[in-house]
């Protein structure tokens, strides 16, 4: 059989794989072990990610260290720990596993993971599942930048299948983690329930949807040509976002300047609703109000006025305890005190009040004008 990875992807001669020691990266380590025989000046190193969520954890690190000892491929082991409340054990596993890389590249390294076609259809209907824009509907690119280099998917055209087909061939092992199997999480439902229906359906399904992918993501690509001059005119030198030069702007070309802003700064993005809320009520609030939003994804940010611009604030949200209902209390002495349910966990906003102030709850942000917010 011939599977070939996209090498025209792999320009840089020092790279970090990414070996979970299941099917996907176990195919794209053999693959790049082939190719740095044909190619000496290559240095491999690869990087496996002790999450402890499986009592099987310690015997994959040790199956890994066995193959990369075997292919004479040096491996790092990374241990992390998951936080007990917060985000879902998908979203922490996968922020803990990418921190983790980051720490571990080395200078001119590149980062390379294994997903493939299949995961990439799953990907796409994730976002159509949240509602999700052309940035969103872009799913996973072959090549992106990450940490100060570039994450590089060489895979990203082959299917689930072939792979399988190309470590049978060779005579691969890998493991089988056991929750791939728990259709509670989305992706494993999408991947054992739906996708297979609608691939006995129409059989080139994710075919289409990476076209789709594709094409939203040059969508995405040519707004952020066309829209680059209006966010430098937009934006001081200190990062500030001038609110005067948006006002004449129609609702979509401000949102999406708002949008490539937030994406600048680093900002987990917010919902098409909340970027709304973060023009009406901060951006239009009245001028002697200090009007601050605070939304939570996959850590909390926060809006503020200032001088005639708004200005991110990113930082940490601490949970307390789960089960707790959430509930916004008016106190005369102090002020609001809000605690609220949000989309993803529950979070504490300690509110100090410079003036009057009102907050309004929706799924996944807390509205504070007149108030500046302490998230920590």
Same mark, same amino acid.
């Given at each position: 059989m011939t599977l070939t990875l996209n090498r025209q992807l792999l320009s840089s001669r020092q790279i970090l794989v990414a070996f979970s020691g299941g099917l996907d990266s176990t195919v794209l380590l053999h693959q790049l072990v082939q190719w740095r025989t044909e190619n000496p000046g290559v240095t491999l190193r690869a990087i496996h990610v002790h999450h402890g969520l499986s009592a099987n954890a310690d015997a994959w690190v040790k199956h890994c260290e066995n193959i990369c000892q075997q292919w004479q491929v040096p491996l790092v082991v990374e241990r992390v720990q998951l936080a007990q409340e917060g985000l879902g054990i998908e979203a922490q596993a996968r922020q803990a596993r990418?921190?983790?890389?980051?720490?571990?590249?080395?200078?001119?390294?590149?980062?390379?993971?294994?997903?493939?076609?299949?995961?990439?259809?799953?990907?796409?209907?994730?976002?159509?599942?949240?509602?999700?824009?052309?940035?969103?509907?872009?799913?996973?690119?072959?090549? %992106?930048?990450?940490?100060?280099?570039?994450? !590089? #998917?060489?895979?990203?055209?082959?299917?689930?299948?072939?792979?399988?087909?190309?470590?049978?061939?060779?005579?691969?092992?890998?493991?089988?983690?056991?929750?791939?199997?728990?259709?509670?999480?989305? #992706?494993?439902?999408?991947?054992?329930?739906?996708?297979? *229906?609608?691939?006995?359906?129409? =059989?080139?399904?994710?075919?289409?949807?990476?076209?789709?992918?594709?094409?939203?993501?040059?969508?995405?690509? *040519?707004?952020?040509?066309?829209?680059?001059?209006?966010?430098?005119?937009?934006?001081?030198?200190?990062?500030?976002?001038?609110?005067? =030069?948006?006002?004449?702007? %129609?609702?979509?070309?401000?949102?999406?300047?708002?949008?490539?802003?937030?994406?600048?700064?680093?900002? =987990?993005?917010? %919902? #098409?609703?909340?970027?709304?809320? !973060?023009?009406?009520?901060?951006?239009?609030?009245?001028?002697?109000?200090? =009007?601050?939003?605070?939304?939570? #994804?996959?850590?909390?940010?926060? !809006?503020?006025?200032?001088?005639?611009?708004?200005?991110? %604030?990113?930082?940490?949200?601490k949970p307390f305890c789960r089960g707790r209902r959430g509930y916004n209390r008016w106190n005369y002495r102090r002020g609001w005190e809000v605690y609220s349910l949000l989309r993803e966990a529950i979070f504490a906003l300690r509110v100090q009040t410079k003036r009057s102030a009102c907050v309004s709850k929706r799924q996944d942000c807390c509205i504070l004008s007149g108030a500046t917010a302490d998230v920590s």
């Amino acid at each position: 059989m011939t599977l070939t990875l996209n090498r025209q992807l792999l320009s840089s001669r020092q790279i970090l794989v990414a070996f979970s020691g299941g099917l996907d990266s176990t195919v794209l380590l053999h693959q790049l072990v082939q190719w740095r025989t044909e190619n000496p000046g290559v240095t491999l190193r690869a990087i496996h990610v002790h999450h402890g969520l499986s009592a099987n954890a310690d015997a994959w690190v040790k199956h890994c260290e066995n193959i990369c000892q075997q292919w004479q491929v040096p491996l790092v082991v990374e241990r992390v720990q998951l936080a007990q409340e917060g985000l879902g054990i998908e979203a922490q596993a996968r922020q803990a596993r990418y921190q983790a890389f980051a720490r571990t590249l080395l200078p001119g390294e590149v980062l390379v993971t294994a997903q493939h076609l299949d995961d990439q259809c799953e990907t796409f209907l994730l976002a159509l599942k949240r509602g999700s824009g052309p940035a969103g509907l872009s799913a996973m690119a072959e090549v %992106s930048e990450f940490a100060g280099t570039r994450l !590089i #998917r060489p895979l990203l055209a082959r299917t689930r299948g072939e792979l399988e087909q190309w470590a049978l061939a060779h005579g691969l092992r890998w493991i089988e983690d056991e929750s791939n199997q728990d259709d509670s999480y989305d #992706r494993n439902f999408l991947r054992l329930r739906v996708v297979p *229906l609608l691939q006995q359906r129409w =059989p080139h399904f994710a075919e289409a949807t990476a076209r789709s992918a594709a094409l939203c993501a040059e969508q995405e690509s *040519l707004l952020d040509e066309l829209l680059a001059d209006d966010l430098a005119h937009c934006q001081t030198q200190q990062g500030t976002l001038k609110i005067a =030069p948006m006002v004449a702007m %129609s609702d979509a070309r401000r949102a999406a300047i708002i949008r490539r802003w937030l994406a600048g700064q680093n900002a =987990p993005m917010p %919902s #098409r609703d909340a970027l709304v809320r !973060i023009w009406q009520e901060v951006a239009l609030a009245r001028e002697d109000a200090s =009007p601050v939003y605070v939304w939570v #994804r996959l850590k909390s940010a926060a !809006i503020s006025r200032n001088c005639g611009g708004l200005n991110p %604030s990113l930082g940490k949200a601490k949970p307390f305890c789960r089960g707790r209902r959430g509930y916004n209390r008016w106190n005369y002495r102090r002020g609001w005190e809000v605690y609220s349910l949000l989309r993803e966990a529950i979070f504490a906003l300690r509110v100090q009040t410079k003036r009057s102030a009102c907050v309004s709850k929706r799924q996944d942000c807390c509205i504070l004008s007149g108030a500046t917010a302490d998230v920590s």
